[in-house]
Nanobody, 123 residues
Framework: VQLQASGGGLVQAGGSLRLSCAAS????????MGWFRQAPGKEREFVSV????????DYADSVKGRFTISRDNARSTVYLQMNNLAPEDTAVYYC?????????????????WGQGTQVTVSS
């Protein structure tokens, strides 16, 4: 599956952004989808994941209550709604896909990655 992320940008603290990740190929509905981020000088970190049906989700503690992941299998797209953004959310955000569930405890990274979209939050 090929992934194309979009929706990043510059926003003030407290603002919102919605990231989108469009997938090509026929396996989207069979894939677990998620988001990771990497801030300058830091390691890539897990942000969120959603199950194939959308019934199950998981989030990093740092974004719980502020970010919401969702998916539209008919459009082969996964979304990340980010509210109440803070400067520490500044990072390149990557969407990812795998045939197996993944989260912050998973040691094997997802198989497929998008190109990343920059999110910058000013204070």
């Amino acid at each position: 599956v090929q992934l194309q992320a979009s929706g990043g940008g510059l926003v003030q603290a407290g603002g919102s952004l919605r990231l989108s990740c469009a997938a090509s190929g026929r396996t989207f509905s069979k894939s677990f989808m998620g988001w990771f981020r990497q801030a300058p000088g830091k390691e890539r970190e897990f942000v969120s994941v959603i199950s194939r049906s959308g019934a199950s989700t998981d989030y990093a503690d740092s974004v719980k209550g502020r970010f919401t992941i969702s998916r539209d299998n008919a459009r082969s797209t996964v979304y990340l709604q980010m509210n109440n953004l803070a400067p520490e959310d500044t990072a390149v955000y990557y969407c990812a896909a795998d045939s197996n569930w993944f989260n912050r405890f998973t040691t094997t990274p997802p198989s497929h990655w998008g190109q990343g979209t920059q999110v910058t939050v000013s204070s």
